[in-house]
C-alpha cells in the first residue's frame, strides 16, 4: 500500500525558513501533481501549494504567494514545500497530497476531493 511521507517541519521564529519533503513509501506511482495542505487548531483544512508532474506547473494560496516555493523530484516522486518569511499564522500541520488521475485538470488544484493519498502531516510552529 501506498502511503506518503512528510519530513522537515519544527519550530521556527518569525521572518525565518523551512522546507518541507514529501516522499511516498511502499507502492510506487506516477501523479498527474502533488501538493500541500494545512490545518491550524480549530481551522479547516486550507490549500497551501500544488505543482503538476508533466510540466511542473504551479498554483499557489493566495496567503503564500511570493513566500512559499513548491517544487518536485520527478526521479524520485518526491515534492518540496520551500516556506521562507514564515508568520505565526502559517502554524499548522502540514500534509502532502497526491492526485493520481488528474482531477484537477481544469483549475481544481485546491480541492480537497482532487487528491487520492494524503501524508500523516508534519508540525509547523511559526513562534512571534
Known amino acids: 500500500q501506498m502511503q506518503l511521507v512528510e519530513s522537515g517541519g519544527g519550530l521556527v521564529q518569525t521572518g525565518g525558513s523551512l522546507r518541507l519533503s514529501c516522499a511516498p513509501s511502499?507502492?510506487?506511482?506516477?501523479?498527474?501533481?502533488m501538493g500541500w495542505f494545512r490545518q491550524a487548531p480549530g481551522k479547516e483544512r486550507e490549500f497551501v501549494a500544488a505543482?503538476?508532474?508533466?510540466?511542473?506547473?504551479?498554483y499557489y494560496a493566495d496567503s503564500v504567494k511570493g513566500r512559499f516555493t513548491i517544487s518536485r523530484d520527478n526521479a524520485n516522486n518526491t515534492v518540496y514545500l520551500q516556506m521562507n518569511s514564515l508568520k505565526p499564522e502559517d502554524t499548522a500541520v502540514y500534509s502532502c497530497?497526491?492526485?493520481?488521475?488528474?482531477?484537477?485538470?481544469?483549475?481544481?488544484?485546491?480541492?480537497?476531493?482532487?487528491?487520492?493519498?494524503w501524508g500523516q502531516g508534519t508540525q509547523v510552529t511559526v513562534s512571534s
Open positions: 505543482i503538476r508532474r508533466s510540466d511542473g506547473f504551479t
Open positions: 497530497v497526491a492526485d493520481l488521475y488528474g482531477r484537477a485538470n481544469g483549475g481544481r488544484w485546491s480541492s480537497l476531493s482532487t487528491y487520492d493519498y
Open positions: 511502499g507502492r510506487t506511482f506516477t501523479s498527474y501533481g
